[in-house]
Every structure is written in structure tokens, then in C-alpha cells.
């Protein structure tokens, strides 16, 4: 399985921005879904995670009422919408996928390899 992010970039505080993250690969399901940033200097941190169904959802503190994430299971893919960013929002984001491979039942947990956003004050 391989975990293909986009819609990273530079913008200024205040503006918006939309992560995408896409599953592909061999038979698997996909349970929880999340975005994780690293910020230089700093370790790798939760910012949102999203349950298998899209029923259930939870976020940082610091993203709380900001950030929203979605899925879209047809797609295998999930979503970041990021309002009223803020410069210390300036980070790399990982998509991190949890699952099972279809064929041989085993556990999955994929990384992606990251989208910088940066925003600029």
C-alpha cells in the first residue's frame, strides 16, 4: 500500500489550504486515517485522525475549529481542509493510514512522504 500526498504549499496567514492523501495499491481496507506534521525542529505530532467509517473524528488543540478532515472510501483517499492558517501551522504533514491487507490478514501502517505547507505572516 502507498500513500500519495498533495495540495501542500505557501500561503499567507489567514488563507486556506486542502491536503489530499490517496491509497493505492493491493487489496487492503483502511481503517483510521490521519495527518501528522513535523515542524523543524520539532517531534512529529498528532493533528487529526478519522475513523473508518468518517463517523468519528479528532483533532489537536491547536487545530480545533480550524482544520477539518474527511475520507472518501471509494477513493481510498482522505482530506485536510485547513482554514485561518497561521504561521506556526508551518510544518511537514504525513498522511498515516491504519488497515488490513486483504490477502494475508496482516496489520498495515503506512506513511506518506509528506507535503510542506508553509505560511507566511
Known amino acids: 500500500v502507498q500513500l500519495v500526498e498533495s495540495g501542500g504549499g505557501l500561503v499567507q496567514a489567514g488563507g486556506s489550504l486542502r491536503l489530499s492523501c490517496a491509497a493505492s495499491?493491493?487489496?487492503?481496507?483502511?481503517?483510521?486515517m490521519s495527518w501528522y506534521r513535523q515542524a523543524p525542529g520539532k517531534q512529529r505530532e498528532l493533528v487529526a485522525v478519522?475513523?473508518?467509517?468518517?463517523?468519528?473524528?479528532n483533532y489537536a488543540d491547536s487545530v480545533k475549529g480550524r482544520f477539518t478532515i474527511s475520507r472518501n472510501n471509494p477513493k481510498n483517499t482522505v482530506y485536510l481542509q485547513m482554514d485561518s492558517l497561521k504561521p506556526e501551522d508551518t510544518a511537514v504533514y504525513y498522511c498515516?493510514?491504519?488497515?488490513?491487507?486483504?490477502?494475508?490478514?496482516?496489520?498495515?501502517?503506512?506513511w506518506g512522504q509528506g507535503t510542506l505547507v508553509t505560511v507566511s505572516s
Open positions: 478519522i475513523s473508518s467509517s468518517g463517523g468519528s473524528t
Open positions: 495499491g493491493r487489496a487492503f481496507n483502511l481503517n483510521d
Open positions: 498515516n493510514a491504519k488497515g488490513v491487507d486483504i490477502l494475508t490478514t496482516k496489520l498495515l501502517e503506512v
